[in-house]
């Protein structure tokens, strides 16, 4: 055993000073393009993985998809009913689209603009990986599929499946648009 594993005091050490010296006479190593490539690949492979297996990324992701899904049922109970947004955009779209379709956009905006609220508040405080856009919007719409599925089950079998499938549209797009704004307006 040597003088410097004792204390750690390397730069005394005669053993360590010729290493150090030796060392410094090697000339760097240029990886080439393919060993770059495969490192670069490798780190950002072991980041995805690292993000993925985190329990705080899932569970920041449930918190803002479960934020998303009370603003939307706020929204549905105290201001604009699923059935009085389906009715407005069937006014809107008229017999431009068919009626289905009208209840795919009312599906859309259900969800757009709560899950765009909340990851945009969201996103504000974290940066977002490979979770946040996948799982936020996948639970929005699962769980506000099922209260639509509670709340809309008197509507006719292809208008509730327009109204489903807009509403995981609008999930979709609400994550993308949300993070997207958390990243680029600030509000104090």
Known sequence: MTDCQDDQDHAGCDVCRA???ALDELEPIEPGFRTGLALRSRVAYDRVRETVASAE???VAALTACVA????ILLETAALPYSALAEACQTLVGDLLPTSAAYLLAGVLASLVPVCLATYLQARRSVPGV?????TPVVSAALLSVYAIVSCGDYP???LAGFLSGI???AFAGAAAGHWLGRRVAWR
């Open 19 to 21: 290493e150090f010296r």
């Open 69 to 72: 899904v009370v603003i939307s």
């Open 57 to 59: 990324t899932w569970g």
């Open 131 to 135: 979770v946040a856009w996948l799982e």
């Open 157 to 159: 079998g292809a208008f």
């Open 168 to 170: 995981v549209i609008g």
